[in-house]
């Protein structure tokens, strides 16, 4: 088992950043890919953003690519998700989540998720 706590989240205005941590416990976490997906209100839970256990290979999607960066620190079990730019639409609620095996946008491939938090960006 893998327990994962997001922290970070907050009311930010458009242009802004801010800097989303995932506290995992549990399990080895450094065997596990880790992803980063948000949903808003009236939408599916989409996937924003995954990286290797190992930490060398990272994924976007394409809405947020040059504006996230994804990162993990395996000694400290914590990932991290750096938000910069960020516009109206990344309004959501954000969930780290774990998986074993390698990467997959897919949130049904993924075995462990937080409880989620709230980045609302305002115009």
């Known amino acids: 088992q893998v327990q994962l706590a997001e922290s970070g989240g907050g009311l930010v205005q458009s242009g802004g950043s801010l800097r989303l941590s995932c506290a995992a416990s549990?399990?080895?976490?450094?065997?596990?890919?880790m992803g980063w997906f948000r949903q808003a209100p009236g939408k599916e839970r989409e996937f924003v953003a995954a990286?290797?256990?190992?930490?060398?290979?990272?994924y976007y999607a394409e809405s947020v690519k040059g504006r996230f960066t994804i990162s993990r620190d395996n000694a400290k079990n914590t990932g991290y998700l750096q938000m910069n730019s960020l516009k109206p639409d990344d309004t959501a609620v954000y969930y780290c989540?774990?998986?074993?095996?390698?990467?997959?946008?897919?949130?049904?491939?993924?075995?462990?998720w937080g409880q989620g938090t709230q980045v609302a960006v305002s115009s």
């Open positions: 549990g399990r080895t976490f450094t065997s596990t890919t």
């Open positions: 989540a774990a998986k074993t095996g390698g990467y997959s946008s897919g949130s049904s491939r993924y075995n462990y």
């Open positions: 990286i290797s256990w190992s930490g060398v290979n990272t």
